[in-house]
């Protein structure tokens, strides 16, 4: 769905991702932790063309600050600053 609506739509496309991804840490495994990197990622891509990476890249401190006991995820976000548009 959020594919679909990047071209058209493109801040429902990142509400939808965000919020998937959102869900996916909850779920507190590795599978979900790449799962919710890799939406995060897709929400970076749109965010960079409607020229709000500033907005995405608080979005995923925010995100890091609440879940910053889930260090498996924080890792992952480390790995991937190059692919979210974080450096």
């Known amino acids: 769905l959020a594919e679909r609506q990047a071209e058209n739509a ?3 496309a ?4 965000l919020k998937q991804a959102e869900e ?3 779920g507190a495994s590795q599978a979900e ?3 919710a990197v890799n939406l ?3 929400a ?15 979005h995923v401190q925010s995100l890091r ?5 889930r260090r498996n995820f ?3 976000i480390d790995e991937n600053e190059a692919a979210l548009g974080l450096v």
């Open 10 to 12: 493109p801040e429902e």
């Open 14 to 17: 990142v509400a939808i991702y």
């Open 24 to 26: 996916a840490v909850v």
């Open 33 to 35: 932790y790449r799962y």
């Open 40 to 42: 995060l990622t897709e």
């Open 44 to 58: 970076a891509a749109v965010m960079r063309k409607i020229g709000r990476s500033d907005e995405f890249a608080a």
């Open 65 to 69: 600050s609440a879940h910053s006991r």
């Open 74 to 76: 924080v890792k992952l």
